[in-house]
């Protein structure tokens, strides 16, 4: 099993930037990639960015440009930089780890709140 801690969430201004962590403990190796995804009141849960093992990462298109997603991989940790924050980037975001045989694992979520 792999579990997931995210930290760093907030309540920011509209143009701030906050920084978001994820640690990941257990059976790491089964980790192939990790990510963050957030979900809004009244709305879907959709990507935001994810990052391989090897590096590789792919974003959302309303956050690029805005958001960086990296890895310490010393740490077992994934960060999003998010950057120009606006009123529409307040949700729940939720650290995602891509597991073998297809399974995955999700943090408890951390709250981001934008003011305008």
């Known amino acids: 099993q792999v579990q997931l801690v995210e930290s760093g969430g907030g309540l920011v201004q509209a143009g701030g930037s906050l920084r978001l962590s994820c640690a990941a403990s257990g059976n790491i190796l089964s980790i192939t990639a990790m990510g963050w995804y957030r979900q809004a009141p009244g709305k879907q849960r959709e990507l935001v960015a994810t990052?391989?093992?090897?590096?590789?990462?792919n974003y959302a298109d309303s956050m690029k440009g805005r958001f960086i997603i990296s890895r310490d991989n010393a740490k077992n940790t994934v960060y999003l930089q998010m950057n120009t924050l606006k009123s529409e980037d307040t949700a729940v975001y939720y650290c995602?780890?891509?597991?073998?045989?297809?399974?995955?694992?999700w943090g408890q979520g951390t709250q981001v709140t934008v003011s305008s």
């Open positions: 995602n780890a891509g597991l073998t045989w297809g399974r995955t694992a």
């Open positions: 990052i391989t093992n090897a590096g590789s990462t």
